[in-house]
Nanobody
Framework: VQLQASGGGLVQAGGSLRLSCAASERIFSSYFMGWFRQAPGTEREFVAQISRSGDSEYYADSVKGRFTISRDNAKLTVYLQMNSLKPEDTAVYYC????????????????WGQGTQVTVSS
């Protein structure tokens, strides 16, 4: 499965962005999909995961209530709606696919997108 993330950019604090991640294969619906992020000088961290059907979600505490993960299996795409953005949300955001439910571990994700830069100015 190839993943292509897009939608990053520069936004002011308090603003919103919507990231997209397009998958290459119909088996997309077989995978739990997640978003991770990595800020300069830090380790990559878990942001959110969504179930295969899209009916359940799991978020890191740092983004809960501000970010929403969703998916459209017909379009082979997962989204991350980011609202009330803060400067500390600045990072490269990665989408990833896993066969493991409700995991925040990078090693549980088999396929990764190339990342998209999100920069939040104060």
């Amino acid at each position: 499965v190839q993943l292509q993330a897009s939608g990053g950019g520069l936004v002011q604090a308090g603003g919103s962005l919507r990231l997209s991640c397009a998958a290459s294969e119909r088996i997309f619906s077989s995978y739990f999909m997640g978003w991770f992020r990595q800020a300069p000088g830090t380790e990559r961290e878990f942001v959110a995961q969504i179930s295969r059907s899209g009916d359940s979600e799991y978020y890191a505490d740092s983004v809960k209530g501000r970010f929403t993960i969703s998916r459209d299996n017909a379009k082979l795409t997962v989204y991350l709606q980011m609202n009330s953005l803060k400067p500390e949300d600045t990072a490269v955001y990665y989408c990833a696919a896993s066969t493991t439910a409700w995991t925040i571990r990078e090693k549980s994700y088999k396929y990764w997108g190339q990342g998209t830069q999100v920069t939040v100015s104060s």
